[in-house]
């Protein structure tokens, strides 16, 4: 890919797979913490330590993925160290996005424990909306135990079934993705709307917040 002129963002959920990924060449890490949706790997490491880890072992940019819905965690990720953001789930509710109203407010309804991890007895931990299927689903999975398998519930998670659920606009009749940050959902702007106040919040966050908060040294 070098070769082509094509630079590579690369998803890694875990500091050890960030330095390989440098390793092989790629030019920008997106580090995921364990809020995100999807898969957040198996390791179990938020945001909070996972990007100041980054900060301290990395060499190459990387942007902080996974909760991220508002300019106030822009700055938390540029203080800790990333050089931008990545964000999914927040731009799955704007009114640009293709999913039906239904899905819409139902993350305007979520909190941020409204997700489902599943699949997790399999070490393929993906984070879904909780909803009807995804529940049942953690049912299943709980129950079987270790005798769990990937074919108890294919009939519920397979491809097929969401993309029907989200075409007849049922929020309940299939798995979609959606990370933590859905609790921090109240609105459905536009993506231009989303992106202007975020940046916003950023930069009041960093310019005017962070500043009021330092003390001036005695000269005493």
């Known amino acids: 890919f070098k ?22 060449g790629v030019d920008i890490i997106s580090l995921d913490g364990f809020e995100c949706a999807g898969h957040p790997g198996e390791e179990d490491v938020g945001n909070f330590v996972l990007q100041a880890k ?39 509710a704007t009114q640009e996005c293709n999913w039906p109203d239904s899905f819409k407010k139902r993350m305007l309804e979520a909190s941020e424990t409204d997700t489902v991890l599943m699949l997790r007895r399999l070490n393929n931990t993906c984070r879904v909306f909780r909803n009807k299927v995804s529940a049942e689903v953690e049912e299943i999975e709980s ?62 966050t960093i310019t005017s917040r962070l500043p009021s908060l330092l003390t001036t040294r005695s000269r005493l």
């Open 3 to 24: 070769d082509a002129g094509i630079v590579t963002i690369h998803k890694c959920i875990s500091v050890r797979h960030a330095i390989s990924a440098e390793r092989y």
């Open 54 to 92: 980054g900060a301290k072992v990395l060499t190459k940019p990387y942007v902080c993925s996974g909760g991220v819905g508002d300019g106030k965690q822009i700055a938390a990720a540029l203080a800790l160290g990333a050089d931008g953001v990545n964000c999914g789930t927040r731009f799955c």
């Open 143 to 204: 129950s079987k135990g270790e005798d769990f398998d990937f074919q108890d519930v294919a009939h519920l998670v397979n491809g097929k079934r969401g993309r029907a659920a989200e075409k007849r606009g049922d929020p309940d009749g299939g798995i979609w993705s959606a990370g933590q940050v859905v609790g921090l959902i109240d609105t459905i702007p536009t993506v231009a709307q989303v992106m202007n106040q975020m940046v916003q919040e950023a930069e009041e």
